[in-house]
């Protein structure tokens, strides 16, 4: 899809955790799902919105504790 369908478009921001070896990503105001296999590069989106434009991020738990804990 080009810029210029998602430019007049909305945007949700979706959120992202892990599931063995998935990293799924899922929007809290529609049913758009994305779901990354880290270990394979395997893709798959489920209900797939074409107007809206999703975004999201996914940081493991491992690494959030190291910024946490800086004392």
Known sequence: MSFAAWS?????ECQGFR?????????????????????????????PKRQVRHSGNYFPNEYKTIYENLN
Request: with cysteine; aromatic share 12%; net charge neutral.
């Open 8 to 12: 007049n478009g909305e945007h949700h």
């Open 19 to 47: 599931q063995g070896e998935w990293i799924i990503f899922r929007c809290p105001r529609c049913n758009y799902e994305m779901r990354d296999n880290w270990r394979t590069g395997e893709l798959k989106v489920n209900n």
